[in-house]
């Protein structure tokens, strides 16, 4: 199908019901496999009821029946050629293929009229207008075809009926009234029965872009519903969707994550000396940071409430999980955003954070790493803040060790440790 797009809540058929070219293509390819399949039963059904009237040339005009039965099995055999092509055939193409096989067809039974004795003009122009009626009801051409082959076989056989000259005044005005009417018939039928085929798909394609749409509104319903409007991470409800299926492939043995819980130091002074407005800047500029120093698609960041912050992200080992944690605090420390207001020695925006190791197989709930990694939080606010601890074993439930920041064996100091020291 094109790529352009189709607004189908305002398209409308046109004269000949056509659809837009945009729209017209999308038409032939959804119904191209049903088009070929009627088109081939259609085909095979004709084949043998038009050469059934070899029959009838025997026993009504077998002078002639020789050239019927000639033409008529060489008209099968373009028959059964177009049979074998139409499934490779474009769609325009195939329509206009069909539309010049039933000109054909309709020309033999015009001769055996024209030729025929006058006794039984009836029967050759009964089968006439058979064959007339079959490409437009049974193989169901477009309408544009089927009007041009509806025009073609009324002025060939109102020629053939005034021009023929052994034939009296009032059979040829009977025949031509019943050409006209069986003609003018065949256009309202062919014409109704397009419009039907035509405005059911039409109105199907609204269906299913209606369907559609609210699938994409409800899926971006439900990622509003789990995105934090001020900082656009996820939120709480994010995490709770999100970290149950974490544990259950920790669970599995498949992965090993960390939890870390991250609180903004001191906010709460920061929010009344600068303001609200200037409290959801730095919680804005702090998610964005956090967001940078994660990796994107497979970290998660939500804000859990307030001034808090959950990041969860894979990792191998706790020492990984401890560094990478590190990281996120000294980021926000790097954005040195002024915090005037605290009651410590340093003068910018810092957070401290409780770091949850999951490793791989572990039996424990969301409940549980949450609450190990809020006491970690605790720690490391109770040790300074502005730092990362671990969650205890034993205590914090999740086989960490030690919690107090250490590198090479002893304690390190953190950054804000030396703008305290300043």
Known sequence: ????????????????????????????????????????????????????????????????????????????????????????????????????????????????????????????????????????????????????LILLACSGGEYAVWLRPDLSYELRLGLSLQLTIASLFLVLSSWLLQKSLREAYLTNLREIERSRQLEVARQSLAELSMTDVLTDLGNRRCL??????????????????????????????????????????CLRRIGAALRRVTRQGEDLVVRYGGEEFVILFKTASEAVAFQRANDLVNAIFALAIAHDARPDNVSRVTISAGLAFVPASTQTSPHAVIAAADVALYRAKHAGRGRVALAFDGEDSLGGREVTLRRSGSVARTPMDLERSR
């Open 1 to 148: 199908m094109g790529s352009a797009h189709i607004d189908v809540e305002i398209e409308r058929l046109g004269p000949l019901l056509d659809f837009s070219p945009a729209l017209g293509r999308r038409y032939e390819a959804d119904t191209c496999f049903g088009r070929v399949r009627h088109l081939r039963l259609s085909m095979l059904m004709g084949i043998l009821c038009y050469n059934s009237y070899d029959l009838i040339s025997f026993l009504v005009f077998p002078l002639l029946a020789t050239e019927s039965i000639f033409l008529r099995l060489l008209m099968t055999g373009f028959a059964l050629a177009a049979y074998l092509a139409v499934p490779k055939l474009a769609s325009r193409m195939r329509e206009t293929l069909m539309l010049a096989i039933m000109i054909g067809a309709c020309t033999i039974p015009l001769v055996m009229f024209w030729s025929g004795p006058v006794n039984d003009v009836a029967i050759t122009f009964v089968d006439y207008l058979l064959t007339v009626v079959f490409g437009v009801v049974v193989l169901q051409l477009r309408f544009p075809a089927a009007t041009l």
């Open 240 to 281: 709770d969707d999100a970290l149950p299926g974490w544990l259950e492939e920790a669970r599995s043995g498949t992965k090993s994550f960390a939890v870390v819980l991250a609180d903004v130091d001191h906010f709460k002074a920061f929010n009344d000396h600068y303001g609200h407005l200037a409290g959801d800047t």
